[in-house]
């Protein structure tokens, strides 16, 4: 989650408590980490890059059509991008140089 502070209310975090959810906040600045801005620069890679659409709908339909094979046709190549899979430095890790 981002540090929104409609995400780190208190209400947000009893609930997840409730329901055994742990909570991972992003530092900030870290576009990298957040999950949906990856989906989206894939999603802009795909479909706006080097590509004229003559209407807006041809445009929402290119857009559309490659949210919609995210778990076929990409979803090999969103497999290796959109994970959770990176390495976590505690403040105590970082020695000083």
């Known amino acids: 989650m981002d540090n ?11 609930l997840a408590a409730q329901l055994n959810i742990e909570l991972l906040f992003l530092p900030a ?15 802009k890679k795909k479909v706006l890059y080097s590509q004229y659409y003559a209407t807006f709908d041809d445009f929402r ?6 949210l919609r094979q995210t778990h076929t046709t990409h979803k090999q190549e969103l497999d290796s991008l959109l994970t959770l899979n990176f390495q976590v430095f505690k403040q105590r890790d970082i020695v000083p140089i």
């Not at 409609?6 to 009893?14: A, E, G, I, L, P």
């Not at 339909?61 to 490659?66: F, G, L, Q, V």
């Open 4 to 14: 929104a502070a409609y995400q780190k209310c208190q209400m947000v975090r009893d």
């Open 61 to 66: 339909k290119a857009i559309t059509d490659c």
């Open 29 to 43: 600045y870290s576009p990298n980490l957040n999950l949906i801005e990856r989906l989206w620069k894939f999603v």
